[in-house]
């Protein structure tokens, strides 16, 4: 079994690569990744010499390119991760978005429809279902949400989900959708809220919080999400979407103040930041079909995974140093510069 991994030098995608690698030790993985400021080889040091692992770096929306590993691989599985992701990025400048998410989901598709693939998935995310109201807490995201989106980061993806879709109906591509809620864990980029509030906390720096700190996150551990994608490709119908998420509501001020509590910093460190624009109130996800489906279910607990994740970024300082002074980028030309 042949899979290729798309954007697999990013936070979910290292995950997922490790998760294969320790799960199905005899498959080969491709890694795809155009290295954007997002990507970060270094993530992947000690698998990338691996027989089964090999590394591309690669535009998914470049055809040529994308063809031509096809046609060198023939990957039986796609997994697409690579993506833009942050919706701050995508509120200043939409285009690239645009590009990376649709065209580049787009151009996957078609080089799966021309040189044939066993599945195709589409990593999305509960964003395209736009928010909820904080006093509605008996409602929560399904599969058969209307799809109802607030930023670009969030259109693009919704764009992609349904372009799936179409190809799925229209071309017979067997697919399969994930939407998962938002992910915490290791090597998870540090402008994302909680390696953000770690790495600024342990240097005593203030902590941004947007509004007043109530907008609703679902958080669930990084590995959880590999183990269900890992579900879904193998059993999962195609054709489907599926919901993925661990019941895990937090206010965003909540979060803060537990890593606080984790490193013992002072709360005075938070202050107060102008809103996001468009910013979503709740996110909440139902993962009734993962569970009933596909008997998945998470394994750890918000409490557990926030040690943990506190612990790795503790332990990893290198990691994420290397990207705050902006080193990682030079870690391709390194490593790839002889061979
Ligand atoms: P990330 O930004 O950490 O990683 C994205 C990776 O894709 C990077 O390595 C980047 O270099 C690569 N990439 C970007 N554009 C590319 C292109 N045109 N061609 C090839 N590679 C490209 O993002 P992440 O948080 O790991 O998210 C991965 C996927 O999961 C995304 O599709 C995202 O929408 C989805 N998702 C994320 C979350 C979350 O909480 N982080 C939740 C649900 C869904």
């Given amino acids: 079994m042949k899979i290729l991994v798309t954007g697999g030098a990013g936070f979910i995608g290292s995950n997922f690569v490790f998760h294969m690698l320790e799960n199905h030790p005899d498959y080969d993985l491709v890694v795809l990744d155009l290295l954007t400021y997002a990507g970060n080889l270094e993530t992947l040091k000690d698998v990338l010499d691996?027989?089964?692992?090999?590394f591309v770096r690669a535009d998914i929306a470049d055809r040529e390119a994308v063809f031509g590993l096809f046609g060198e691989e023939h990957p039986d599985i796609v997994v697409n991760f690579a993506a833009e992701s942050?919706?701050?990025?995508?509120?200043?400048?939409?285009?690239?978005?645009l590009r990376s998410n649709v065209i580049g989901t787009q151009t996957l598709?078609?080089?799966?429809?021309?040189y044939g693939v066993t599945r195709y998935h589409q990593v999305s995310t509960d964003e395209v279902y736009g928010d909820l109201p904080l006093d509605r807490p008996d409602?929560?995201?399904t599969e058969e949400t209307p799809l109802h989106t607030s930023s670009p980061y969030s259109a693009s993806k919704a764009g992609a989900d349904l372009l799936v879709q179409a190809y799925h109906r229209t071309y017979g591509l067997p697919a399969t959708i994930s939407r998962c809620s938002n992910n915490y864990g290791p090597y998870h980029f540090p402008e994302k809220l909680i390696p953000l509030i770690i790495s600024r906390a342990l240097a005593d720096e203030s902590l941004p919080v947007y509004g007043t700190g109530e907008n609703v996150r679902d958080w669930l551990y990084v590995r959880d999400h590999c183990a269900a994608i890992d579900r879904i490709i193998h059993d999962g119908r195609v054709g489907e979407v599926y919901n993925i998420g661990g019941h895990n509501e937090r206010t965003n001020l909540q979060v803060v103040k537990t890593i606080l509590k984790e490193l013992g910093?002072?709360?005075s460190l938070i202050t107060f930041v102008r809103d996001r624009a468009g910013h979503d109130m709740r996110y909440a996800i139902d993962p009734a079909k993962m569970m009933s489906e596909l008997g998945w279910e998470p394994t750890t607990t918000f409490d557990e995974g926030i040690k943990q994740t506190v612990?790795?970024?503790l332990d990893h300082e290198d990691w994420w140093k290397n990207i705050i002074s902006g080193d990682y980028q030079q870690y391709y030309e390194k490593m790839y510069a002889d061979r």
């Fill in 50 to 54: 691996r027989p089964n692992v090999r």
């Fill in 86 to 97: 942050h919706v701050d990025r995508s509120i200043e400048d939409p285009g690239i978005f």
């Fill in 109 to 114: 598709m078609d080089a799966c429809r021309k």
């Fill in 139 to 141: 409602l929560f995201f």
């Fill in 265 to 267: 910093k002072p709360e």
């Fill in 311 to 313: 612990k790795w970024y």
